[in-house]
């Protein structure tokens, strides 16, 4: 089939005109169609990055974004301090805080259960905290960039609640509790767990099922900074 578009007319239905996009200073302001549930689970690598991507877009935007994370330990390859908090800490707008960050529940590594079911409990009531200041704050409005969480967010992104959910050491129904406590206009993000969150399909308008194809983990090979950590 033919195309009779003009080149004029093609270029008047790009969303730049064809014109090169160039950044723009990044100012305070509020998102307009903010308040979905997205839900981010599978057995593949990306879910924490793709809920970073989305905080790192929704920041450039001027939004105030912060992440909590319940269960970010991983292996002796591993540092403690990850790229991505480093890049967080250089980006306005963007604020994240890590519980249990060493080990994982359940893997034998030498960390105490005991001490990561506490971890997870104190996530959970940390992020309970982010809630009640969420629904304080005027999400309709700009936050200040440099503002704590107490202030507000306008995206909350709870990297691994699933897995934790998945490994009891909080419960489904805290994770749904959560979810009902979401203000509307709130953006709530939840990722982890290699087993689908059922529980979580009616009340989730995005989810999202990270599927492993081919892993180099599988061969032997280690986490490697700049791509795992």
Not at 102 to 125: C, N, P, R, T, V
Not at 160 to 183: F, Q, T
Request: hydrophobic share 40%; aromatic share 6%.
């Amino acid at each position: 089939m033919s195309d009779d578009r003009t080149p004029e007319s093609a270029v008047e239905n790009t969303p730049g005109q064809g014109r090169t996009p160039e950044a723009e200073a990044i100012e305070p302001a509020a998102p307009e169609e903010f308040g979905l549930v997205q839900v981010w689970w599978g057995d593949g690598k990306g879910k924490t990055t793709a809920a970073l991507g989305m905080g790192m877009r929704a920041a450039g935007h001027g939004y105030r974004v912060h992440m909590l994370q319940f269960m970010k330990g991983g292996a002796s390859s591993v540092d403690a301090v990850r790229g991505e908090y480093n890049a967080i800490a250089a980006l306005p707008g963007i604020s994240y805080e890590n519980l249990g960050h060493y080990g994982w529940h359940g893997m034998a590594d030498g960390s105490e259960e005991a001490d990561h079911e506490a971890e997870a409990q104190a996530g959970l009531e940390r992020a309970r905290e982010l809630l009640e200041a969420a629904e304080a704050a005027d999400l309709a409005a700009p936050i200040d960039l440099d503002a704590a969480p107490e202030a507000g967010m306008h995206m909350l992104i709870l990297d691994e609640v699933l897995y934790a959910a998945d490994r009891g050491l909080v419960s489904e129904a805290d994770v749904l509790e959560l979810v009902e406590r979401k203000p509307d206009d709130l953006e709530l993000i939840l990722c982890g767990s290699h087993t689908e969150p059922t529980y979580l399909e009616e009340q989730a308008d995005l989810v999202t099922n990270v599927r492993k194809v081919k892993h180099p983990i599988d061969e032997g090979q280690r986490a490697r900074r700049g791509t795992e950590f």
